[in-house]
């Protein structure tokens, strides 16, 4: 069984910082299938659908959607079994719900999400 729990957000000004965590159950990634999965970051904002934000594969290779390049940087702890998302120049449109999952997205393992609220 497969968990995936994540942890970071909170309330933040416009222009500051967050980092999100993702902490995936080694039950579920038993010995080292962790560092062969690749991870994403989405985020869902109120009455909108959930969107991708930034993929990671096993072996650190990146590609980011439009709203996150620049300004958030994914990666990852093999040894861990942990993803990250770095989160800079925040805006108010940043405001959501973030979460993470394996791709490809397996509906089962949505977490409950963290909250970020960008916001003076």
């Known amino acids: 069984q497969v968990h995936l729990v994540e942890s970071g957000g909170g309330l933040v000004q416009p222009g500051g910082s967050l980092r999100l965590s993702c902490a995936a159950s080694?039950?579920?990634?038993?010995?080292?299938?962790?560092?062969?999965?690749?991870m994403a970051w989405y985020r869902q904002q109120s009455g909108e659908q959930r969107e991708f934000l930034a993929i990671?594969?096993?072996?650190?290779?990146?590609r980011y959607a439009d709203s996150a390049k620049g300004r958030f940087t994914i990666s990852r702890d093999n040894v861990k079994n942990m993803v990250f998302l770095q989160m800079n120049s925040l805006k108010p449109e940043d405001t959501a719900v973030y979460y993470c999952?394996?791709?490809?997205?397996?509906?089962?393992?949505w977490g409950q999400g963290t909250q970020v609220t960008v916001s003076s």
């Open positions: 999952n394996t791709v490809p997205l397996i509906p089962d393992y």
């Open positions: 080694e039950s579920g990634f038993s010995g080292s299938k962790f560092r062969f999965t690749t």
């Open positions: 990671i594969s096993g072996g650190g290779s990146t």
